[in-house]
């Protein structure tokens, strides 16, 4: 049985950076737009054109560059179980997050990870603009995170 293809929104790219204050003021100038969401350690650019969820995340330990994960953003969690069942179909081993709290805002997701180790996720937003909480042990925005 063929599974419907996935309509997705946008594409989602989240970085690594040792400074989320210099990286925001560098993105507001590139992208020419503002954050949407700015936390502690953690800053949200909605970038229209290309469409794009792209987010900063804080590391101490962060590389130049430093990729923290990919991922593509879609409606409902209906899609992104439909791309998790794509994706088991095609061979890969997606790992479920469902009803997490992840970047200020309630998911359900799945995860893949690419033979070097890059993690992919299918996304769906189901609240979003949640408060701030205290420190998570571990980074948000990664498998697992939270």
């Not at 799945?110 to 996720?121: F, H, L, S």
């Amino acid at each position: 049985m063929a599974t419907q293809p996935v309509i997705a929104r946008k594409a989602h790219v989240a970085i690594h950076v040792k400074n989320v204050a210099a990286s925001t003021e560098f993105y507001r100038r590139l992208f020419g737009i503002d954050p949407c969401k700015v936390r502690t350690a953690y800053a949200k650019f909605d970038v229209a054109n290309p469409p794009l969820n792209f987010t900063l995340n804080e590391s101490a330990d962060a590389s130049q560059g430093g990729l923290s994960h990919l991922g593509i953003q879609v409606e409902s969690t209906a899609d992104v179980l439909a791309m998790r069942q794509t994706w088991q179909e095609r061979g890969l081993l997606p790992r479920d997050e469902m009803k997490t709290e992840c970047c200020y805002a309630l998911q359900d997701k799945a995860w893949v990870r690419d033979p070097d180790g890059n993690e992919w996720e299918v996304f769906a937003v189901l609240q979003d603009n949640l408060p701030e909480k205290p420190a998570p042990e571990k980074s948000c925005c990664a498998p697992g995170c939270c």
